[in-house]
């Protein structure tokens, strides 16, 4: 590993890098030999490279930057992605190939003229933000209800059609009858009820049993037709469960609106992480904390669009010190980072917990499930919670999986996205683990799990 | 979520074709409806949300199953470093998945287990990959046998070892053919007998291809099933249980082979010198060359005399050890007398075949410095792997540093396609030497064979290797050969970088 850069790998450019096929790019670029000129001197490396452009593009990395929050590089190709495939290359061949830089006292002059400069940006004023004025948020909100009201205005007729036509004939409905409504409460800015329509069980595959099938369509449109109800009295509900509602419906308290809020500082352990479609190319990332000071459950959410890659710095079993902000909720969980940023504690020379660690708060199958009764009392609109469970036993019940507590008691485990628990099996080896996983009512998907004093992704297993 | 079924039965039906008389909720419930105003399909719906809450809420827990499995027994190798683990989950995701037998050899070289989540994988690896088989056995441990016998009866079944008679007799076919090489790699008497077992009520199919399994631990206690094999009705089988035969030195199958040889051929000392002659006067095949899995009638297409035909078929089953002794011969003497006979390629090849099923090394070494452009391609594939790699590399070195023009019908190509084991930094330099050698404005882009060959050559010299190729393109700074040549090249690195990654994550 080399010393110009301590502490980072092929693993952590990866991360570092917008998507995938930037690495697998810069993978194809990090050959010296099709570098024109390689140095550093040992604060900067910089490099250059004939690309399709007629000049080489010149390519810097300042050093220095490399583990702060800002890292600071540049690249004069025109790529819009940033950082582009020529910067991760530079960085892989520096962190891989050190040798290959040959070492100067002083920077190249193009390196020297970006530093300056950069120096000069630093020194500036930094530019006031423009903040929308009390009036005009209040405006935009009005404006939004309005819109939300106009739209369930909508959807509630066309609910009751549903059932006044029987869920026999809903059955049959091709998939754009569902999608083409759900795109209307796109429209009407609530698209958390977009997404509850769109995850209904509607397609051909879901036919099979009628009764399975219509006990689940009738309870998910009566939990949205609770919702339609709920925002008809939205000025009576105190306030905690508006902002839950507000989530429900896809419009959540925005990060800004909470300036200045106390944050719950704590050393936050990674339990787990779960990538998912949010919506047509948006994607979800779902990382769970748990404070080991005090004990409280944390979801970061993150989204992106396309291909893009979600920082995965954070890996489950190691801890970070953070304050967190938690959304205003009757059950809080949502919270982002304020502060230093969301970086692991480097300094540590352990970063994740030991091996002999098992959190507290692992808990029984009627524990965790008596802790999401008073979750969802507290928020009907719940989607999913963390359950931290230990010790417990993976169990293959005849095509389907459960995990089982010393009691005896078990939870099942969510078909299809964890129909083969086999590895999990394979982990416990008969001995109890630890499991983490997001529980949605009915069944658990499992996450992470502790066994033998290691912390496994499951969610890396899926794609085989 | 269960609800009430005569909620789900109005529902199902519609409230346009149905009086909608709506099921008593229960209390709490209808003191809630009672406050509700709306049609009976608002009613409905706000009863199945709130049912489906409540239901929800109040989940109990289901009840596990007794007993326990019981716990598989402590595997003491280390578990491979979870960096070295990053690369086989990738591996068995298909990226760079001709790296994987690498990783196994590498993990049990050290001493290391496999991460247990990815035992799964490996354990379907192990029934559908059968030429993993030997890097496999030896790396899955006690838990991957605990998980084989969690599963019962599946894919994994090859790996039990609470049940094998019911396995091997209930298993479908893939699963005992794996079953049988997973018991003679642990314990071949036993493989052995599994078969013997059920030997008379399998298939002619089945028992030539169980009967393959066999050379995994082969050894001369297998002799007598063998030899019975070779009374089997199917020619299929005979052939099989015979080519194991020729692998048990000293078999009574050998002595026939060497018998038949010694009558075909003898040596003629006279004024001319030494040479070798066919006795064509004996050449008659007779019962026992059918019952040994040999052919009896002369092939139509061949230009050999009967005697040089019958010779053809049984030379590659005498062992050359067995001439020397026989004509108080040196191997070089052995190799000269060869030379010159009309029928000098089948000569060459059935020495060489000869020498692989005895194990003599050092004939077949003798034969790669002096006849490697003879031998045939199949043979050099199961030759080359058995053969000491240092001394392999010797053999043919000096063939690439010959002058020589580097293309596909080099003597040492073929042979280079063929060594799948780790090449020496000489080698590769070599190799890298030679193909370098062709690079001229005539040859803008690399022939398919010479890509195989830069693949191959990604996959087995040290990772390390020399950026040799790579150097020499950029110095001869032609536009015109930039393109095939870098590409192939570049995926050449790319490869090797890969592997070295992979091999230094298992000593971080």
Redesign the interface.
């Known amino acids: 590993m080399s010393d110009l850069m301590p502490g980072w790998d ?2 952590r450019i990866a991360s570092f890098a917008p998507d995938g096929a930037a690495v697998k790019a810069a ?2 670029l990090a ?1 010296p ?1 099709k570098w024109a000129s390689l140095g550093s001197d040992r604060t900067t490396a910089w490099g250059t490279f004939q690309g399709s452009g007629r000049k080489p593009y010149q390519v810097m990395l300042d050093l220095r930057t490399v583990d702060a929050d800002r890292f600071t590089y540049r690249c004069t190709c025109p790529s819009r992605k940033q950082p582009c495939k020529h910067v991760l290359a530079l960085l892989l061949i520096a962190a ?1 190939q050190p040798e290959t830089l040959s070492v100067k006292e002083e920077p190249v002059s193009f390196v020297a003229a970006w530093l300056e400069k950069q120096v000069q940006t630093a020194t500036q004023e930094p530019k006031a933000k423009r903040t929308p004025s009390t009036k005009q948020q209040e405006k935009s909100v009005a404006a939004r209800m309005e819109k939300i009201a106009a739209g369930l205005g909508e959807l509630e007729p066309w ?3 549903v ?7 809903a059955r049959l409905k091709a998939i754009p009858f569902w999608t083409a409504r759900a795109a209307r409460l796109v429209d009407a800015q609530a698209p958390g009820l977009a997404t509850r329509l769109r995850t209904l069980p509607i397609g051909a595959h879901h036919r099979a049993n ?2 399975a099938w ?3 369509m ?9 919702i339609v ?1 709920a925002f008809r009295q939205y000025d009576s509900l105190p306030a905690p469960l508006q902002a839950d509602l507000r989530t429900a419906l896809g419009w959540p308290t925005r990060q800004e609106e909470l300036a200045g809020a106390p944050a719950v500082t704590d050393r936050w352990l990674v339990l787990g992480r779960r990538e998912e479609l949010a919506e047509e190319r948006l994607r979800q990332q779902r990382l769970w904390l748990l404070g080991l000071e005090t004990g409280r459950f944390a979801l970061i959410l993150e989204f992106a669009f396309g291909n893009a890659a979600f920082d995965t710095t954070l890996q489950p079993g190691e801890t970070v010190e953070a304050g967190l902000v938690f959304y205003p909720s009757s059950a809080p969980l949502r919270a982002f980072a304020v502060g230093a940023g969301f970086k692991p504690a480097r300094t540590e020379p352990n970063r994740t917990v030991g091996a002999g660690f098992k959190p507290a708060q692992a808990t029984s ?2 524990n965790a ?1 008596q802790a ?2 008073r979750a ?2 507290a928020n ?1 609109w719940l989607i999913q919670v963390p359950f931290l469970l230990g010790p417990v ?1 993976p ?3 005849g095509d389907g999986w ?1 995990v ?2 010393e009691a ?5 485990l969510l078909a299809p996205y964890y129909y ?1 628990g ?6 416990s ?3 109890p683990l630890t499991l983490f996983g997001e529980w949605n ?2 069944a658990l998907l499992p996450l992470t ?1 502790l ?2 004093g ?1 912390w ?1 992704d ?1 969610t ?2 899926e ?2 | ?3 009430p079924d005569v ?2 039965a109005l ?7 149905s009086p909608a008389e709506l099921p008593p909720p229960p209390a709490a419930l209808g003191e809630l409806l009672g406050q ?1 105003e709306g ?1 009976p ?2 009613q ?10 409540q239901e ?11 007993p ?5 027994a402590p595997d003491d190798r280390p ?1 491979a470093p979870e960096a070295a683990a ?1 690369y086989l ?1 990738q591996m ?2 298909g990226e760079h998945k001709e790296v994987l037998p690498e990783w196994l050899a590498a993990a049990h070289a050290r001493g290391q287990r496999p ?7 490996l354990l379907d690896l192990g029934l559908k990959r059968a030429e993993l088989r030997p890097l496999l056995f030896p790396l899955l441990g006690p ?1 991957a046998i ?2 084989a016998e ?2 019962g009866m599946g894919s994994w079944a090859y790996f039990r070892l609470d049940d094998v008679e019911s396995v091997w007799q209930q298993a479908e076919s893939p699963v005992r053919a794996a079953l049988l090489a997973h018991l003679r790699w642990r314990d071949p008497a036993r493989g052995r007998e599994l078969l013997a077992s059920t030997w008379r009520s399998e298939g002619a199919r089945q028992r030539e291809k169980f009967l393959q399994e066999l050379a995994q631990g082969l050894g001369p206690e297998d002799e007598p099933f063998l030899e019975a094999a070779l009374d089997d009705r199917a020619r299929g089988v005979r052939l099989a249980a015979g080519e194991l035969l020729a692998l048990i030195p000293g078999s009574a199958f050998n002595r026939r082979m060497a018998e038949r040889a010694t009558a075909l051929l003898s040596l003629r000392r006279g004024w001319r010198g030494t040479r070798l002659s066919l006795n064509d006067e004996v050449a008659r095949a007779d019962a026992t060359w059918d019952r040994d899995g040999l052919p009896v009638e002369l092939s139509q297409d061949t230009t050999l005399t009967k005697a040089g035909w019958m010779l053809q078929q049984v030379l590659p089953y005498v062992p050359p050890v067995y001439w020397l002794r026989l004509w108080q011969v040196k191997p070089d003497e052995l190799l000269a007398l060869a030379r010159p006979a009309p029928d000098e390629h089948h000569f060459l090849n059935g020495l060489g075949w000869a020498s692989y099923r005895a194990g003599d090394d050092d004939f077949a070494l003798l034969l790669l410095c002096e006849a490697l452009p003879e031998l045939d391609d199949d043979l050099l594939r199961r030759l080359l792997p058995q053969l000491p790699a240092a001394r392999l590399d010797g053999a043919l070195l000096p063939w690439l540093q010959r002058r020589e023009v580097f293309t596909p019908k080099h003597p040492a190509f073929a042979a280079l396609l063929a060594d799948s084991q780790p090449w020496s930094h000489e080698l590769a330099a070599a190799v890298i030497a030679a193909v370098s050698s062709t690079l001229h404005p005539a040859n803008i882009n690399p022939s398919p064979e010479m890509k195989s060959l830069l693949q191959h050559l990604a996959l087995h010299a040290p990772p390390e290797t020399s ?1 040799g190729l ?2 020499r393109l ?1 110095a001869q700074n032609r536009p015109e050969l930039q393109k095939g040549w870098k590409k192939a090249a ?1 995926e050449m ?2 490869a090797l ?1 890969y592997r070295r ?1 992979m091999l230094g994550a298992f000593d971080r």
């Open positions: 092929t693993s993978r194809r050959l030999e891989e609910l009751l059609d059932v006044r036509h029987g869920l026999g004939d009628h009764h219509a006990n689940r009738l309870a998910s449109l009566g939990q949205l037709y609770l109800h199958v009627r499930l999401y009764a969802l009392a009907p036993w169990q293959r019940v459960l089982q507590d005896g008691e078990a939870l099942p083969q086999w590895p999990l099996l394979a982990l080896g008969g001995q009512g009915a799990a066994a033998d290691r496994v499951l890396k297993l794609a085989h | 979520m269960p609800l909620l789900i529902a199902t039906l519609g409230t346009a074709h509700v049609p399909e608002a409905i719906l706000l009863l199945a949300g709130a049912l489906s809450l929800m809420a109040g989940r109990q827990p289901a009840k596990g199953v007794e326990l499995p019981a716990t598989s578990r990053r989950l068995l995701g991460p247990e989540e990815l035992l799964p994988y838990r605990w998980l969690q599963a950026r790579l150097a950029q570049g690195r790319l970088d990654r």
